[in-house]
């Protein structure tokens, strides 16, 4: 827990016990398995169970995956609590949903079931304007936003990097925006971030799982007092099980197997590696690759013929297995080229017990201490990569050291503690109107 | 020079009734105009005349309903034996169109000096008006026998002349001259542009008309209103076998007003009349009209490229009067338009604010995403008029989307074409109902840190009655000044006609902070304030401008003409997202609107005081 989010929860609420909550996410988890919406569901399970929660609802948006009613805009094939809204020609570009009869339905709804806290994980999907309907219906409901990524304020799937180079982009502006998308005009951003921020500034209180998100966001202009870090946590899990140590390092990455998760720094330092001879490591890569663009399918599969014997790829696994898998290495690879936020793989890896060798930047950088959680390296860099692995591998104690004294993850408990606390806390006054500075 | 055998006093000559009775001078015989010839021909006797190589006379024709005078004419006397001492015979021709005057009253000649008694030469009854056949058979062998001057050689090469039989007759004159018509554009009521080339290497021509059924209103030469173009196609084409080079052989040339209707009824077309100096005359029938309204006028900006010192030309004798002309007939026509409602606006609203919308209808969802933040806005009625009629259904679903998700309501006012910036924001004007006016643009947007900019706006005009009219201050996207007031500028590459310029565009913000509004010498219309009863008391927009330029200037200057003042209140501040290059070389008709505005804006306003010269 940081500093800000203690000073936000600490403050004497009157305690309120019965609080209706309804949780917001842009997908429902039956049908799709992002972080995101994992997360809130998690959440609202775990508010279900609260005492200090009279009601819980779960409304998911379709994303296209549940197939709606015809001429109904919500629906409930999950059970009693849990609704699902199917709309149409959601706006990526400016977080827009153009669906006229959402904002009906959902006054509806709301009027129904009353909550005082509105929580929403996400804005794709159900739209920015949401925050409008859910303030008209509800004027004294605090709005919670947990933001995933830098959506808003990255067009590249708000991952903040440069199109197509995929170098690192440290801030948005309709300068450099339209160099990414040259099809946008400087003034769409302009429009963008205008519409975006217009509806920005109905929320309560936003929830970055990182303050490398949380700094992104306020550099961006949102009220940085506005912005309370909380982890999405995790349920508990069995404690870790101790590396049995074989002769060789192992090293493991978990995930989706894209550019972006670094997958080219990690087969370009194996290279490097095999070819300065170096002995003693192995790495080896779960994931699946097959719902990644066709172009980087064949340069991948390419890739993995040429791939010296120092890396092997063991495909795709089912999430449960994740602990087990990683119980049988040394260390967790997260060579992201990307800022991340707060990966899960990194919770997960902590979770087993193992230390996180992770690039240097952003959620990363952040989540791994540096020779405390595990070891950094330049983000990008397969030399980087490559002369860290070769030093470890010399002295492998380094590295199974670590593992005594890891970071605890935060658990779903926690996490249930410090947002009931920022739904305990007053309403946030007027919201104040950011100014860019140009 | 005298007047042989004078007979009695001068008489004013009556147009409206016959002569009073007195010694007559002589007689016409019979007349009649013959459009081949070009003109009124008169055959007659006469007691007096001139010498033969006395210069031409005066001569005035009346009729019952006017009267055709101060014109170029030609006498010839011809021997009339039967009349033995008495009197010559006389033929006259008046150059001058066939309007429809009535019957022949008398013809007056008078001597070129003037200080002798005029002629007066009564018709005989029954009055004999001959159709040009009958004229010109008649005529001609009383011609034949007069005494060979140059006037009776260019009499008979008149008579000579056939008339249009709706065929191209250019290749029988005996001169090399091609003329090439591309595109005859109607220019109402009555007058043709033309566009195409004409190669005269040896000067050939001595003037061209363009003729109709009916008589020009307009006697003037085709080359009074011609401006010479480039037409390197031609060159490369048919004038290198004739050695030219000079590629300036196309021209766009005005006949304001040749007395035919076109295209109207009954297939009568106008005709181009190519009159050499030898008299003799060829014609070529023009191209069937394929633009009108805004079509024509987008071709007739494009076919032309004048230099700074060319441009006073350009536009005061082609380009301004077939514009104007052109778009007021297109905007003459009735408007009709449908109003669809989103929502319930306010009974009475302070202030209408009318945004016309052209080109990217999504400005709306944006725009009323922002004006939808501000409670303050409530009391006010938003009129969008749509000036992009193809865009219609795009824009309803907009609307719809809009007006749910916002909840902000607005009207929508569809008129039937394409008007313009000024007609449609007249639309908006002659709809609305609040007290006050706010003009705006469909890219400007409300600025988060002043989200009260139209109450601040209002008010200055409640605090002020001496204030007219009240501009904003508009931004760029990073911050910099788009408009904090407008002034005048000559420029000396644009015919040195004054420019509406933007002072600290691009700059940031002065520093100090505004206390309130600051006198100026006119704002943009992309964000205006006044009175709506001032702006229905000047009419609106003034709609001879084209596209959407100069209006805002204009209605500013009309303003202050009425002793009322404009200011610009930099507290009010919007974000004007401009967008980039509307004018550039790629597009020279929009260029060449933005002249033509230039030009009816410095007419109206700067005709007093062009310093040109003193650069």
Redesign the interface.
Known sequence: MTRKQKARTSTPAAALPGQRVLVMSHMHPAVSHGGAEIAAYQLYGALRASSEVAACWFLAASGGKVAGRLGARLSQPFGPDEYVYSGAGFDHFIHANPDPEWPGELTRLLTELRPDVIHLHHHTNFGVETLLTIRQALPEARIILTLHEYLAICNHFGQMVKRPSLALCNAASPRDCHRCFPERTEQDFFLRELYIKRFFRLVDRFISPSQFLADRYAAWGIDAERIVVIENGMPAAAPPTPRVPDCDLTLGFFGQISRLKGIDVLFDAAILLEKAGTTGLRIEVHGDHSGQPPEFRALFEARIKDAPPNIELHGPYANGRVGALMARMDAVLVPSIWWENSPLVIQEAFRAGRPVICSDIGGLAEKVRDGVDGFHFAAGSPRSLAALLTALARAPDRLRALSARLATPPGLDATLAATLGLYRANRAHAPQLEVRSA | MSLAEAPAAPAPMPTERPAAPRPEDGYVDFYGHAPAVGGWLFCGWSRGRWRIDAPPPRVVAHFRQGRVEKVDAIACWFPRPDLGQRGAGLVVLLRAPGLPLGELVGLELAEAGGRTRALLLPPVRPVTQLREADLVTRIRPALLQAPHTPDQARLLTLLSRRAYAGSDTLHELPASVRIGLDEALPVPPDGVALIGWCIDPTNAIAAMHVRGPQASRDPAALGTRWLRVERADVIASVGAAQGLTDPRVGFVALAPACGTPWPGGHGEAPYLEVELHSGEVAYQRLPVPMRAGAAAARRLLEAVRPASDEMDHAYDRVLGPALTAIHKARLGRPRPVTEIAFGTMPAEPVCSIIVPLYGRMDFL??QT??L??HPGNRAHELIYVLDDPPCKRELL??A??A?????LPFRILVPEENLGYGPANNIGIGHARGEFLCLLNS?V?PA??A?DWLDRMIADLRADAALGLVGAMLLF????VQHEGLTFERLPQQANWPFPMHPRKGL?PRAETPTGPEPVEAVTGACMVLRRALATELGGFDEAYAIGDFEDSDLCLRVRATGLGCAVDRRARL?H?E?QSQVSPDNPWRHNATLFNAWTHTRRWFAEANPKHAE
Do not use: K
């Not at chain 2, 007006?403 to 909840?407: M, T």
């Not at chain 2, 996207?477 to 910099?480: A, F, I, L, P, R």
């Open positions: 969802t944006y995403a922002l939808s933040e679903d907009l719809h989307s007006h749910r998700r916002f909840g890219d947007m988060p840190e989200p996207e990073d911050g910099t940031l974000y997202l967008r």
